[in-house]
């Protein structure tokens, strides 16, 4: 299967440790997206990368919080200091580039932080 | 604040009859606007598009509707069964030459065997 691999599914953190979320996109994807998903809401954009760059993180706060897709090995969320409020789905998704922008974005099954 | 938002928050249907999930946008800018969706415990999944020169879309027994003038997406799904009970987001892309999607807060679709 070839689809968004997100791990790990479901992490568990207290107050105060650090949270690290991964994303390995679809195969020939190069651009990778992560949204922040709270209960009963919809999803929140986060941050958009390429290989070794940030293109827009403006939906990312802008403390605690870092983004990375090295040239080799799957994307990180990192999240320091985690607080109750962070508990969240956090998903990945991937597309091919600019070439297809219609607005089709392949998900992972998301990584589901819940901080104690 | 939220570009895109949806009218109900949950919609019941029999098993059998068609659905129609309603939309509010307000960027009039976006290039595509998009209906996802996202089961219990899983990842949004994309379902159909339809570019913004456009009004009427159909795939498999799914149709999105966009009317410009007043701003209003719609997805009809049609014979609704109980695998399309799952909550159903409107989205949509903005002209910034990148897959920035932005989502509504989503409908919840009951299917009523």
């Known amino acids: 299967n070839a689809g968004v691999m997100q791990n790990p599914r479901h992490l568990v953190r207290r107050r105060g440790q650090e949270a690290r979320l991964r994303c390995s996109p679809m195969k020939g994807h190069s651009h990778v997206y992560w949204y922040r998903q709270l209960p009963e809401e919809g999803l929140k954009f986060m941050v958009y990368?390429?290989?070794?760059?940030?293109?827009?993180e403006s939906g990312m706060p802008k403390e605690r919080f870092s983004a990375e897709f090295p040239k080799e090995g799957p994307s990180i969320l990192r999240i320091q200091q985690v607080v109750r409020g962070d508990s969240a789905a956090y998903f990945c998704?991937?597309?091919?580039?600019?070439?297809?922008?219609?607005?089709?974005?392949?998900f992972g099954e998301g990584s589901r932080l819940t901080v104690l | 604040g939220e570009s895109v938002g949806l009218h109900l928050p949950t919609l019941s249907v029999q098993e059998g009859d068609n659905s129609i999930i309603n939309c509010a946008y307000s960027?009039?800018?976006?290039?595509?606007f998009i209906w996802y969706k996202q089961e219990s415990g899983k990842g949004p999944q994309f379902i159909i598009d339809?570019?913004?020169?456009?009004d009427k879309r159909q795939g498999q027994r799914v149709t999105v509707l966009l009317n410009k003038t007043v701003k209003h997406l719609s997805l009809q799904i049609a014979a609704t069964q109980p695998g399309d009970s799952a909550v159903y987001f409107c989205?949509?892309?903005?002209?910034?030459?990148?897959?920035?999607?932005?989502f509504g807060t989503g409908t919840k679709l009951q299917v009523i065997p």
């Open positions: 989205a949509e892309n903005g002209s910034g030459g990148y897959q920035k999607v932005t």
């Open positions: 960027n009039s800018a976006s290039d595509y």
């Open positions: 998704a991937s597309s091919h580039g600019r070439s297809s922008n219609t607005g089709e974005l392949f």
């Open positions: 990368l390429q290989k070794e760059n940030i293109i827009d």
């Open positions: 339809i570019r913004s020169n456009m």
